[in-house]
């Protein structure tokens, strides 16, 4: 079974930084293209990152693009987003996600992390 579990969110002041982590068990991450997406509140959940299937392959939403870094750690088993000059408009609910593809492609999601960046 697929399971995925984010943490190191938080209160940052704005400029500060933040590392997100998301834990995969059950599939292997070099076999799996990585998203991050983040929700905040009254707004739709929005792809920030996404990591496929070598580090040359990935792409950022323009409102992130410069200030966050999306990884993978496939030693561990560990998905990363380093967050850089947190703005308050960053502030949301960020969700780690991967595709799995058995017979079709499956989503799996955590369960989120809030990141809160106020002054």
């Known amino acids: 079974q697929v399971q995925l579990v984010e943490s190191g969110g938080g209160l940052v002041r704005p400029g500060g930084s933040l590392t997100l982590s998301c834990s995969v068990s059950g599939v292997a991450l070099r076999q799996s293209p990585t998203n991050w997406y983040r929700q905040a509140p009254g707004k739709e959940r929005e792809l920030v990152a996404h990591f496929g299937y070598t580090p040359e392959s990935t792409t950022y939403a323009d409102t992130v693009a410069g200030r966050f870094t999306i990884s993978n750690d496939y030693a561990k088993n560990v998905g990363y987003l380093q967050m850089n000059s947190l703005k308050s408009e960053d502030t949301a609910v960020y969700f780690c996600?991967?595709?799995?593809?058995?017979?079709?492609?499956?989503?799996?999601w955590g369960p989120g992390t809030q990141v809160t960046v106020s002054s």
């Open positions: 996600n991967v595709k799995v593809f058995a017979t079709k492609w499956r989503d799996y």
